[in-house]
Every structure is written in structure tokens, then in C-alpha cells.
């Protein structure tokens, strides 16, 4: 016996959708503005900053097809539909962030040893508009950022972009200042080493849900000493929880029922699913009831 709901509901990611297309029309036309920019400063690292810009709105695109993908319709063969697609493409995202720092790394060395010279005050202008249009992509996804991990990518990618300009506008200043023009190198090898560890979270947090562990914010303890409250419910084991996609999490579990009170099952699955909904936000819930006369067809080494 079961208690559940229809899988078809909407993402964490899907509510945020709109937001990601407009971030990735400012990116789009961000690069654009850089790569006219670079080319009548002469400035590599705006170059570069483009094609940072270029590969983070291809990671956009990535979350926005996996969101779509999210959204079909749930079939026989995939019953929960594709909402994994969803942590797939944060983790892409991660690793799209990994290639770039190492980019951003190795250019870095390779301008240290060998300098250009770089028209600071243009350099410093194509940046600052790309410094505007991050600073709004941000907004626009910080809300979505907590809720889902594909638009925690897309934020992450935006916010390695913010980084990228200010470093762009600090070094295009200490060059139009000093004629110091090592200074650039110098920040983008910070900026790498800023984006790094916000990648292996992002990566970490997506694997998390590929290997369907418990979610974090979820003590198994304390869920099945909240369904062992329950009235007439004698034992609970067999207890999994784990996540299909951002915003979704489910639960199983084997509930051993007192005798006298199997006649009454379904209301005490009633009460059990609000439990699970009211203490621990989990909408959907597989529970299978059982008579202790049951426990020796178990297996004893489940949690």
C-alpha cells in the first residue's frame, strides 16, 4: 500500500526559467560588447573575458535544455519523468567551471612572461558594462540559486563573470595608471583560484543526488522517530530518502502496524504522509504497511 503524489509537478529550476533566458540575452550581448571592446583596446584579457562570458552562456543554454528536459512528461520506462537531467547539467556546469579555471590559470602564466600593451581606458569601459549586466544576472538569480542546483550553476557562472570584470576594470586602471601590465595576470590567477572551490561544492552537492544519498538537510532518525509517533505504528524500517532533483525529495519506508489496527491502515498512511509533508516537506512518500507477523519474510539489514 501506498501514499504518493503525481511526479509532474514543477522543478525548483522550472519556476526560474524566464530568469535564465534573460540572464543569457545580457550575457550574449555582453560578449558582444567585450570582443568589439578588445578589439580597439588590444587587450587580451578582455578577449578572454569574452570567451569566459561565451562558455558561461553556454552553460546557461545547458541548464535551459535540462530544465526542458525536466519538464516532459513522465512515462512507463521513466517514471519520474527526466528531472535528473536537472543535476546532470549542474554537474556539467561544474566541470565547464574546472576547464575554465584551468584556462584562465594557464593564460595567466603565459601573460606574466609575456606582456602586451593594452589601451587601459577602453579595457576599463567594455568591462564595466560587463560588470552592470553580471551585477543584474545576480539579482535576478540569487532567489533561485537556494532552491535549485542547476540555477546554483548558472549563478556560480555569472558570478565568475562579475569576478572576471572587476579584475578586467582593476587591471585595465593599474595599467592606464602605471603601465604595469603584469597586473592583469595577477588577478585572473585570484579569480581562478576564487571560482575553484565554489566548482567542487556545486560538483559535490550533484553527485550527492546522483548517488541518491539522504539528502543533507534530512536525519533518517529523527524522520522515523516522528513516523513511530504515530498511533498503531509499531516499527518502521526499510526507511530510504533521497532526492530526484532540486526541490524534490522522496521517501520509502516499511511500516509494521498493530494487529487491531490493520482494518485502519489507510487513515494511519494518511497520517503518515502528513507527517512526512508537515515536519520534513516531502510530498512524496512510498509506504508499505505491514503486520508484524510479516518480520520474518524481512531482511534485517536494512536501515
Not at 558561461?56 to 543554454?61: A, L, Q, T
Request: glycine share 8%; charged share 15%.
Amino acid at each position: 500500500m501506498g501514499s504518493g503524489h503525481d511526479h509532474g509537478h514543477r522543478t525548483a529550476a522550472q519556476a526560474h526559467r524566464g530568469r535564465l533566458v534573460a540572464v543569457l540575452g545580457m550575457m550574449l550581448s555582453v560578449a558582444v560588447v567585450q570582443v568589439l571592446g578588445s578589439v580597439a583596446s588590444g587587450s587580451l584579457a578582455l578577449l578572454a573575458d569574452a570567451g569566459h562570458t561565451l562558455t558561461d552562456s553556454f552553460g546557461i543554454v545547458l541548464a535551459l535544455f535540462a530544465v526542458w528536459l525536466a519538464g516532459r512528461p513522465a512515462s512507463m520506462k521513466r517514471t519520474f519523468g527526466l528531472q535528473r537531467a536537472e543535476i546532470l547539467a549542474a554537474a556539467a556546469n561544474a566541470l565547464v567551471l574546472f576547464g575554465l579555471c584551468a584556462f584562465v590559470a594557464y593564460e595567466s602564466v603565459q601573460r606574466l612572461a609575456n606582456p602586451e600593451p593594452v589601451t587601459g581606458p577602453i579595457m576599463a569601459a567594455a568591462a564595466s558594462v560587463g560588470l552592470v549586466a553580471n551585477i543584474v544576472g545576480l539579482l535576478l538569480l540569487r532567489q533561485g540559486q537556494k532552491e535549485s542546483l542547476n540555477v546554483r550553476g548558472a549563478y556560480l557562472e555569472v558570478l565568475g563573470d562579475m569576478l572576471t570584470s572587476i579584475g578586467v576594470i582593476v587591471a585595465a586602471l593599474v595599467i592606464w595608471t602605471t603601465g604595469w601590465e603584469r597586473a592583469d595576470s595577477v588577478i585572473s590567477l585570484a579569480i581562478a583560484a576564487f571560482i575553484v572551490p565554489r566548482a567542487w561544492n556545486l560538483l559535490s552537492e550533484a553527485v550527492h543526488v546522483l548517488l541518491e544519498a539522504t539528502p543533507r538537510n534530512v536525519d533518517l532518525d529523527e524522520v522515523r522517530d516522528h513516523l513511530l509517533a504515530q498511533p498503531g505504528v509499531r516499527d518502521v524500517h526499510d526507511l530510504h530518502a533521497w532526492t530526484i532533483t532540486s526541490g524534490v525529495p522522496v521517501m520509502s519506508a516499511h511500516v509494521v502496524v498493530e494487529e487491531d489496527r490493520l482494518a485502519d491502515c489507510g487513515r494511519i498512511l494518511d497520517d503518515l504522509r502528513s507527517c512526512l509533508q508537515g515536519h520534513f516537506d516531502v510530498e512524496h512518500s512510498t509506504l508499505q504497511v505491514e503486520p508484524p507477523s510479516h518480520a520474518e519474510h524481512e531482511r534485517a539489514n536494512h536501515y
